[in-house]
């Protein structure tokens, strides 16, 4: 049985990870969920430009939360003074979870970068707006979208739209069910200087929206990062094939698809037996690597797999 790492020993990982952090950065500085970490799998921190946010999965002991708050506010001005200006904590296990400030001053809204792009985050929503973990996906969409025409399904605070129209995309559709993340989108791409692109915001569910989307296709680049549940929208058992049996009618000739599922019980080899299943069409790439802050002891639940598309000959004529 591998002994629980004490807070002192907890505290000495996040204060190695945050030793190269920029103040407007973004970064999880402790990946508690992924199980590497003794003891301490019912807690994240993240860090956003100035705030820790700590999000706890299940109720602290009596007195964790002061004693690991005490601890970080004497690391990070022994060793990192200056990036911090406040700390939250969220109780996820709590229904509706609950925010607290615990120290200092935590802004409604932050502007927070990652690499080249800026995003607006919220600290009083259970989610910020901007899932780091996707942040590899960003960072392929900026090498990859070059004169594409792009459709962003389930495309919530469009981050991935961003890093399309850093990357020289050519058009962006952004549909999700959720206007009101759409409208934060649109506030993420104006952040970036990109009001003049080619973008639509369509707030609508995707799989209600096939046709719409195909009269606005084709296009040469779909990225599908849904939620794995949903309610009244979708359910990855059920929806997801639907969703790829769909995809001849969205995309060109020739197309590039990013296809992702983050679900701890769906395997990789899962994942793609059901694209080749239900889109046999599309050639596996290769698989996006995950983001280094979220290390797992198993596979990582976020699977972002690229696929080639070449349309069927019947198709094509």
Same mark, same amino acid.
């Given at each position: 049985?591998v002994d629980?790492?004490s807070?002192?020993?907890?505290?000495?990982?996040?204060?190695?990870?945050?030793l190269e =952090?920029?103040?407007?950065?973004a970064?999880? &500085?402790?990946h508690?969920r992924?199980?590497c970490?003794?003891?301490?799998?019912?807690l994240n921190?993240?860090? /956003?430009?100035?705030v =820790?946010? &700590?999000t706890?999965?299940s109720?602290p002991?009596?007195?964790e939360?002061?004693?690991?708050?005490?601890?970080l506010?004497? @690391?990070?001005?022994?060793?990192?003074?200056?990036? =911090?200006?406040g700390v *939250?904590?969220?109780?996820?296990?709590?229904?509706?979870?609950?925010?607290?400030?615990?120290?200092?001053d935590?802004p409604?809204?932050?502007?927070?970068n990652?690499?080249?792009?800026?995003f607006?985050?919220?600290?009083?929503?259970?989610n910020?707006g901007?899932?780091?973990d996707?942040?590899?996906?960003?960072?392929?969409?900026l090498?990859?979208?070059?004169? *594409?025409?792009?459709?962003?399904?389930?495309?919530?605070t469009?981050?991935?739209?961003v890093?399309?129209? @850093?990357g020289?995309?050519?058009?962006?559709?952004?549909?999700?069910?959720?206007g009101?993340?759409?409208?934060?989108?649109r506030?993420?791409q104006?952040?970036?200087?990109?009001q003049l692109?080619n973008?639509?915001?369509?707030p609508?569910?995707? =799989?209600?929206?096939?046709?719409k989307?195909?009269?606005?296709?084709?296009?040469?680049?779909?990225i @599908?990062?849904?939620?794995?549940?949903?309610?009244g929208?979708?359910?990855?058992?059920?929806?997801?094939a639907?969703?790829?049996?769909s995809?001849?009618?969205?995309?060109a000739?020739?197309?590039? &698809? &990013?296809l992702? *599922?983050?679900?701890p019980?769906?395997?990789?080899q899962?994942?793609?037996?059901m694209?080749?299943?239900?889109?046999?069409?599309a050639?596996?790439?290769e698989?996006?690597?995950?983001?280094?802050?979220f290390?797992?002891?198993?596979?990582?639940p976020?699977?972002?797999?690229? /696929?080639?598309?070449?349309?069927?000959?019947s198709?094509?004529?």
């Amino acid at each position: 049985m591998v002994d629980e790492l004490s807070v002192d020993e907890l505290i000495k990982q996040v204060v190695s990870s945050s030793l190269e =952090l920029h103040p407007k950065q973004a970064k999880r &500085l402790l990946h508690g969920r992924g199980g590497c970490f003794s003891g301490w799998q019912h807690l994240n921190m993240d860090y /956003y430009a100035g705030v =820790l946010l &700590l999000t706890w999965f299940s109720e602290p002991k009596p007195d964790e939360e002061v004693a690991l708050l005490g601890a970080l506010l004497v @690391a990070f001005k022994q060793h990192c003074d200056g990036l =911090l200006i406040g700390v *939250c904590s969220q109780h996820r296990y709590q229904k509706p979870a609950t925010m607290a400030v615990l120290w200092g001053d935590v802004p409604a809204k932050l502007i927070v970068n990652e690499g080249k792009l800026a995003f607006w985050v919220d600290m009083q929503r259970q989610n910020s707006g901007l899932f780091m973990d996707m942040a590899p996906g960003r960072q392929w969409l900026l090498y990859h979208t070059q004169g *594409c025409h792009v459709l962003n399904t389930f495309a919530f605070t469009c981050s991935l739209s961003v890093a399309a129209i @850093a990357g020289g995309a050519k058009r962006v559709i952004n549909i999700d069910m959720n206007g009101g993340v759409l409208k934060r989108g649109r506030e993420n791409q104006h952040l970036n200087e990109q009001q003049l692109a080619n973008v639509e915001y369509l707030p609508h569910k995707v =799989l209600s929206s096939i046709g719409k989307l195909a009269r606005k296709g084709p296009f040469d680049l779909v990225i @599908a990062d849904p939620p794995t549940f949903q309610r009244g929208s979708f359910e990855f058992d059920k929806d997801y094939a639907r969703l790829l049996r769909s995809m001849p009618r969205l995309l060109a000739k020739q197309a590039t &698809l &990013l296809l992702c *599922c983050n679900s701890p019980r769906v395997s990789q080899q899962a994942f793609q037996d059901m694209i080749a299943q239900n889109l046999p069409q599309a050639t596996f790439v290769e698989r996006l690597p995950n983001n280094p802050d979220f290390a797992e002891r198993g596979e990582a639940p976020l699977k972002g797999l690229v /696929y080639h598309y070449q349309a069927e000959r019947s198709l094509i004529n």
